[in-house]
């Protein structure tokens, strides 16, 4: 039986890969899922662009500060050697390439490493930016955590954009449910496949060509508590 | 004698005219200031354009100000409401009877600060490849395309903070600096409510934002 990666587990794995010493952004939903799963024995510091590096984990019920959040407007902790800082001081750092990594969502990602995550297209709702332009632009590398597809069984991983653009040419490494993908001078490169999953099958939930590592893997996370 | 600090909202909110331009500082409930927003949308103005990182948190400050059309022309990062029905002010833009300009958040931070700080106009290379530049004005450095972004400043913002003393010093407590800081440069006029008005003064290396340029302080501790 193939068991896609829950939403806990797809964070956990992208967490494997923050290194020691990192300066890392998480964006909302999956992404900073993975600051909870980071091995313990790396010091990593969260920014959060409404002017925080060092977020610590979220304030205890009843104890947090409302004038201290996060950028998901949750009330936080920091860590040791936190500091604070505006917004424009905020995306400086963004821009200014000091980041070593951001982890986003997405709706899509193109096999050239276009990032589309901001506009869902839809019919009577508003538009969202928020800091993931600057972020998809400014950081040293950007990660993705997503589903491999939609609900509806459509590809995530297209051979180009269907949705608008964030930013072009920018996205590394995919983490979905089912795989572990590089993205190597326009060419998706599959390093780990969930236990069971035949590469046909991958391919034909991708609109892109895949390739696969010859050092390609075996993609397992430890049961998690979370559900899917 | 310098005395900056004000006793009444009303007084605080003297002079905002109809048809005038406000930043209003916050992210999510950090910086926001409430009570000011609130004297806002009891004036009854119209014609306003508001700047501010998402409209839901001034929605929920005081939804009047977008139930009763108060307000022409918005500049923000976030235009989205919370629910999936959408909300009055998303109505309205599609409507057409409230106009959007809707930026990243650092280009909307940095032409703020660029607008305080004398920089008429600058170069990045954020949102380059959207949607968003189709037909402005590009240029490549080193290697890398940017677009031209302009300064924003506005008649009047609106803070809040921890602290003040009556020379309009400012003390941010947690995450509540956010966009004020820049928007306090940015406005001809900036208006900030506090917790606390030091008596004493704030000691020098615990003011975050010179008074300089600070306007008007209003105590009007949180409500939680």
């Given amino acids: 039986m193939i068991t896609p990666l ?8 992208a967490a494997q890969d923050l290194a020691d010493g990192a300066y890392v952004n ?7 899922l993975a600051a909870n799963y980071a091995p313990a024995e790396r010091e990593i510091f969260y920014h959060s662009e409404n002017g925080v590096l060092g977020v610590g984990p979220v304030a205890p019920p009843g104890q947090g500060d409302p004038e201290l959040v996060d950028a998901g407007s949750q009330m936080v902790t920091l860590r040791d050697g936190a500091s604070i800082f505006d917004s424009a001081a905020s995306f400086a750092m963004i821009r200014g390439g000091h980041l070593d990594l951001t982890i986003l969502g997405a709706f ?3 096999a050239n490493g276009d990032l589309a995550n901001w506009d869902a297209l839809s019919a009577d709702k508003g538009p969202l930016i928020g800091g993931a332009m600057d972020l998809a632009m400014g950081a040293k590398a950007v990660h993705v955590i997503m589903r491999h ?5 459509a590809a995530r991983l297209v051979t180009e954009c269907s949705y608008p653009v964030t930013a072009r040419g920018v996205v590394s490494r995919v983490y979905t449910d089912l795989a572990v993908l590089d993205i190597d001078q326009g060419r998706l490169v599959v390093r780990e496949i969930i236990p069971g999953l035949g590469h046909d099958e991958l391919a034909a939930a991708t609109d892109a060509p895949l390739t696969f590592g010859p050092d390609c893997r075996e993609l397992t996370a430890p049961d998690l508590a979370g559900g899917i | 004698m310098i005395n900056k600090v004000v006793g009444d909202p009303a007084a605080a909110m003297a002079g905002i005219h109809a048809g005038a331009s406000i930043m209003i500082s916050g992210f999510g409930n950090a910086g926001i200031p409430g009570t000011l927003v609130r004297a806002l949308g009891a004036m009854n103005l119209t014609g306003l354009t508001l700047i501010m990182n998402a409209i ?8 009047s100000l977008f139930d009763n059309r108060r307000v022409d022309h918005v500049i923000t990062t976030a235009f989205r409401g919370p629910d999936a029905a959408p909300a009055s002010y998303e109505r309205q833009w599609k409507r057409g009877e409230m106009t959007l300009d809707i930026l990243p958040q650092g280009t909307f ?30 240029r490549d450095f080193n290697g890398r395309t940017c677009v031209l972004e302009e300064a924003l400043t506005a008649d009047f913002a609106l803070l809040r903070a921890q602290k003040a003393d009556r020379y309009g010093n400012l003390y941010f407590r947690g995450t509540q600096a956010n966009f004020g800081s820049a928007m306090a440069t940015a406005a001809q006029t900036t208006i900030v ?32």
Avoid at chain 1, 6 to 13: K, L
Avoid at chain 2, 112 to 126: E, K, L, M, S, V
Avoid at chain 2, 132 to 138: D, F, H, K, M
């Fill in chain 2, 56 to 63: 839901r948190r001034i929605d929920e400050c005081d939804p």
């Fill in chain 2, 193 to 224: 409510e506090v917790d606390e008005i030091s008596e004493t003064g704030l000691r020098p290396e615990e003011v975050h934002l010179p008074g300089i340029y600070v306007q008007r302080v209003l105590r009007a501790p949180r409500r939680h």
């Fill in chain 1, 149 to 153: 597809t939609t609900r509806r069984g």
């Fill in chain 1, 26 to 32: 998480l964006g909302l939903g999956m992404p900073v």
């Fill in chain 2, 109 to 138: 931070a940095e032409r703020i600060r660029a607008g305080g700080a004398g920089i008429p106009a600058f170069y990045t290379p954020t949102a380059t490849g959207t949607s968003l530049v189709e037909g402005r004005e590009q």
């Fill in chain 1, 6 to 13: 829950t939403r806990h587990q797809m964070a956990w794995r």
């Fill in chain 1, 108 to 110: 899509q990602v193109a």
